[in-house]
């Protein structure tokens, strides 16, 4: 089943909406309850993250009725819905805020993303800015492209390279279980030590 440009727009428009309406209205008005830790105190959920990612299925359900929808809350109930991704005609994979602990702190840098995928290839990406009101798309065979509520779309192009010396990276070691986690950033001044001699020596 090939996704078109109006799928991908239709897509945007429920992440949109689920923006509008379900995590907008608690941004920054999150109260005592409505935020609970899962994993970790930097693993948390919010009453916004399970209410959009209903909103969202129930939207993509309405489109898409035949498609499996995979959403981030809905597998940490149900393991097993992520093994069906590969066998599915059309699957949809929503984490309903991406970046809920920035959410959580009032930070402005969190999205709404949907992926789609075919017979287990992905076929389609979105994020979706509920602040700014942007959403960001990639869909197989058609290219990348950003439209927005005040902005007409334009296409998305790969940055040009730099040499490896001036590149930056951010490491994240907030998910990583223990012991593991305490030894990676043990050992971080050594990679950046050894990443620094690489790129000198270039």
């Known amino acids: 089943m090939p996704l078109t ?9 429920i992440l949109a909406q689920a923006g509008r309406a379900e995590i907008m209205p608690r941004f920054q008005r999150l109260r005592d309850g409505q935020v609970r830790q899962k994993t970790s105190a930097f693993d948390v959920v919010t009453d916004a993250d399970e209410a959009a990612e209903q909103a969202i299925s129930a939207a993509l359900r309405a489109r898409f009725p035949t498609a499996l929808i995979v959403g981030e809350e809905a597998a940490e109930t149900d393991p097993g819905l992520i093994g069906r991704i590969a066998g599915a005609e059309l699957a949809f994979i929503i984490d309903p805020i991406d970046g809920t602990r920035n959410f959580v702190a009032g930070l402005p840098l969190f999205g709404v993303m949907a992926a789609a995928t075919v017979r287990g290839e992905v076929a389609l990406g979105a994020i979706h800015d509920p602040v700014c009101g942007d959403t960001a798309f990639a869909l197989r065979g058609e290219g990348a492209w950003i439209a927005g509520e005040a902005r007409p779309p334009a296409d998305l192009r790969v940055a040009a390279p730099v040499p490896v010396a001036r590149m930056d990276a951010v490491i994240g070691t907030n998910f990583l279980p223990e012991p593991l986690r305490s ?11 050894s990443s620094w001699l690489r790129c000198a020596a270039h």
Do not use: K, Q, S
């Open 183 to 193: 030894t990676v950033n043990r050992n971080l001044p050594r990679v950046a030590v």
């Open 5 to 13: 440009r109006h799928d991908a727009a239709a897509i945007g428009e």
